[in-house]
């Protein structure tokens, strides 16, 4: 488990799948975080967390919780971990829209990027965003995320081709900002 003064981050488990599933139905949660719109059954959900989150080695899935009210507000993941190469994705949603703008995504980040660099001593991680996600693109700069590729026009939404752009961070990027904040 995770701290900051106003988010843990706990180990998601079988019993969050409803929720997830809740989420993961929304459309406005996955506009700006899936690649895909579809709409998935109870079964559907139940297996990917049981087959992809919950039992992959290459994954590691925490829920999201703030500490004052106890409720459970988003997902953060570190997925296709490869220790070899020391190298992951990360990925986050905040699922309870009341919470949306109001820096619990960069306090969650914060914590997975403290296990991912200090902890599993990854060398990088990288993550995708959708280019219509400007607030998204302004959090992963300013927490130190590069802008790494572009995959042009290769998300269709609102009737428009988007681009998805690669991020990435490296971990002694990670640990010379940690010494500048002190």
Known sequence: MFNTHRITL?????????LYHIWRNDPDVMQSTSPSLDLHTEEETKSFVKDVLLSSS???CYMIEDKETSQTIGITSLVQIDLGNRNAECIIDIGEKGYWGKGYGREALGLLLDYAFLELNLHRIALRVFSFNEKAISLYCSIGFTEEGISRESLFRNGQWHDIIQMGFLQNEYIAMKKEQR
């Open 10 to 18: 706990r180990k998601m488990t079988a019993d969050d799948t409803e």
């Open 58 to 60: 290459s994954s590691k």
